[in-house]
């Protein structure tokens, strides 16, 4: 269900009935010249479209405008819109105070941008954790006041922690593809694995007469097959059903 498109009364049910809520994480950013501007992003939001048809789930509009960088390509002509890390965290503190606010306390941010580093983690989604963090912090002291921590009530914090039900796993973040499949697929930037997965996602994005064997990292999308995106594409939302349920 589409968070714009709710009513109140669904709203509630979804809070009380502690539904997912999913922020689509994402950039705009130059995927050489056969793919769409929104490649990274689009990944997601076409795999939770088909989430969407299969479980109890609240999909907020997606959030596009991460930090890019202009690693690959230079801004001008080009179409990569880059807003810094330290721009992202205090949007990503009101939204998240916001919905915590509103009562959901299962929200997941889901990315691709960048996400083979997810471990360690980038620009964008390290804006979103640090804002999370700090929020859940923050609303905890204000519900529960000073030294919430320590008191009697929370002496069974671990145990909640180990079956993820401590306040900290309200707001969790995950890469669209889990290791395994990054390991197994061909991860990279607009060559035979990006432009596979968006002929399998969103073919609209995909122009290969507009090829360009100039970047090296495209150079593989020569190769790209919707037959090898649905590949990706399955496992994705295999990895999607076990984070949402």
């Known amino acids: 269900m589409r968070y714009e498109m709710m009513?109140?009364?669904?709203?509630?049910?979804?809070?009380?009935?502690?539904?997912?809520?999913?922020?689509?994480?994402?950039?705009?950013?130059y995927h050489s010249e056969h793919l769409a501007l929104g490649m990274d992003t689009l990944a997601v939001t076409r795999s939770l479209d088909i989430i969407e048809k299969e479980m109890d789930v609240v999909i907020l509009p997606p959030f596009y405008y991460?930090?890019?960088?202009?690693?690959?390509a230079?801004?001008?002509?080009n179409g990569?819109?880059?807003?810094?890390n330290q721009q992202l965290i205090p949007f990503a503190n009101g939204l998240f105070k916001s919905l915590l606010d509103i009562g959901f306390r299962n929200i997941h941010g889901?990315?691709?941008?960048?996400?083979?580093?997810?471990?360690?983690?980038?620009?964008?989604?390290?804006?979103?954790?640090?804002?999370?963090?700090?929020?859940?912090f923050e609303y905890l002291e204000d519900t529960r006041g000073q030294g919430w921590w320590g008191n009697p009530e929370m002496e069974n914090y671990y145990e909640q922690h180990e079956e993820g039900s401590d306040p900290f796993s309200w707001i969790k973040f995950h890469a669209l593809m889990d290791e395994k499949t990054?390991?197994?697929?061909?991860?990279?930037?607009?060559?035979?694995g990006e432009?596979?997965?968006?002929?399998?996602?969103?073919?609209?994005?995909?122009?290969?007469?507009?090829?360009?064997?100039?970047?090296?990292?495209?150079?593989?999308?020569?190769?790209?097959?919707?037959?090898?995106?649905?590949?990706?594409?399955?496992?994705?939302?295999?990895?999607?059903?076990?984070?949402?349920?």
């Open 7 to 29: 009513l109140p009364y669904q709203l509630r049910k979804a809070i009380d009935e502690n539904w997912p809520l999913v922020l689509p994480m994402g950039v705009l950013e």
């Open 182 to 192: 990054i390991e197994e697929y061909d991860f990279d930037h607009a060559g035979i």
């Open 110 to 136: 889901i990315i691709h941008h960048q996400s083979e580093n997810f471990a360690a983690g980038m620009p964008t989604d390290l804006a979103f954790k640090t804002a999370a963090k700090q929020v859940v």
């Open 66 to 72: 991460g930090a890019s960088s202009y690693a690959v």
């Open 195 to 245: 432009t596979s997965l968006m002929m399998s996602l969103c073919p609209e994005g995909v122009d290969m007469d507009k090829y360009d064997a100039t970047a090296w990292y495209s150079r593989s999308a020569i190769d790209a097959t919707k037959e090898y995106g649905d590949t990706a594409t399955k496992r994705i939302l295999e990895h999607l059903r076990r984070i949402l349920k």
């Open 74 to 77: 230079p801004a001008k002509r």
């Open 80 to 84: 990569s819109v880059h807003v810094s």
